[in-house]
């Protein structure tokens, strides 16, 4: 059974940075498709970061710059790292990936940026 497992978010001053890590089961990161979104409150999930299996990237607009994804396949991991973040950036960032055509999600970490 596929499973992603979301961690890294808390609550973070204007400016400041954060890692978000996701850990996935067996061995898809490899092969899967990952993207990052997001759902901030009373807004629709958004696509924020995209790896292909081949480690090409690709970025919203209202993060390029300032967020960066990467992936570990050995460890079977994703992650987003995220610098100088603004409030707008408040949501709960989800993990997802897409492997031979279906998706799979995680259940989230909220990530807060206020001061």
């Known amino acids: 059974q596929v499973q992603l497992v979301e961690s890294g978010g808390g609550l973070v001053q204007p400016g400041g940075s954060l890692r978000l890590s996701c850990a996935a089961s067996?061995?898809?990161?490899?092969?899967?498709?990952m993207d990052w979104y997001r759902q901030a409150p009373g807004k629709q999930r958004e696509l924020v970061a995209a790896?292909?299996?081949?480690?090409?990237?690709n970025y919203a607009e209202s993060v390029k710059g300032r967020f960066t994804i990467s992936k570990d396949n050995a460890k079977n991991m994703v992650y987003l790292q995220m610098i100088s973040l603004k409030p707008e950036d408040t949501a709960v960032y989800y993990c997802?990936?897409?492997?031979?055509?279906?998706?799979?999600w995680g259940k989230g970490t909220l990530v807060t940026v206020s001061s």
């Open positions: 067996g061995s898809m990161v490899r092969f899967a498709a």
């Open positions: 997802k990936a897409n492997l031979w055509g279906v998706d799979y």
């Open positions: 790896i292909t299996a081949g480690g090409s990237t």
